[in-house]
Each structure stands twice: as C-alpha cells, then as structure tokens.
C-alpha cells in the first residue's frame, strides 16, 4: 500500500575526513565567541548543544540519521546506536575542553548542533564539526 517507515539523513562530502588522528581519546577545545561567529547558528553557546557520533562510511560521502518517519509517528533526533558521550568543562569565558568519554575506534566521526528550535531534518541552521581517527 506505500506505507513505510524512511529515514531522513545528515549527508557530510567526501569519503574522509579532513582532520585525522590516530589518538584514540583526542582532546578537543570549542570556543563560542560572546558576538558570535556563526552566522543563523549563534543560538549555540555551549557543547551541550552538540552530539558527538560515529558517520556511516559510504563512497563518497559520510552519513548519520537525525529523523525516523513512519506511518503515524516521526522522531527528530540522533541515532542512539552511533552517538558517543563525551564531557566537557569550561576553562575559561565561552572556551571548554571537550573529551569522549571512553576510547573511540578508528572511523569517522563529527560533533553535530542544531541551532535555536530547528533541526538538521528541518532544514534548519546546521554546525558540524568531522574529523577521523586512524
């Protein structure tokens, strides 16, 4: 009858990652500047606003789901399955050193935010941070 469940998709270009490591446990640091530098995204003000998961390796491209749709029900939001948690704490005004929580295995990875009450299934204002571990 045409109903089925579909999945709606973060799409990152390129098959990797630009910024790479081959540490595990990488350390990073985010900066929110008080005047903001994030042109429609200057809603996000803090790392908590960000969720850190594992991309789908596809051949030119990386991927995550952030909205399931089915008959009667929709749900925006990251795959539970591929997000990692991380910690953050703040060093200095609008500065905090983030780390994963555990070691991440080698992939691609990127730390994805939403701003304000939008979302990436709505076509709102996206910041994605991607990098890869080795």
């Known amino acids: 009858y045409g109903i089925s469940k579909a999945k709606m998709k973060a799409e990152i270009p390129g098959a990797r990652a630009s910024v790479r490591t081959e540490d595990k446990t990488p350390v990073f640091y985010m900066h929110f500047p008080p005047t903001g530098n994030l042109g429609a995204a200057d809603t996000i003000s803090s790392p908590t ?44 005004s609008y500065a905090y050193k983030v780390t994963p929580e555990g070691s991440l295995g080698a992939g691609e990875y990127a730390f994805i935010a939403s701003s304000g009450a939008t979302s990436a299934a709505g076509g709102g204002s996206v910041v994605i941070f991607d990098f890869g571990i080795d």
């Open 49 to 92: 606003q960000f969720a850190l998961l594992s991309l789908e390796d596809k051949k030119d491209h990386r991927e995550t789901t952030v909205a399931k749709v089915g008959l009667g029900s929709a749900s925006v939001g990251n795959d539970d399955k591929r997000t990692k948690k991380f910690s953050s704490q703040k060093i200095r």
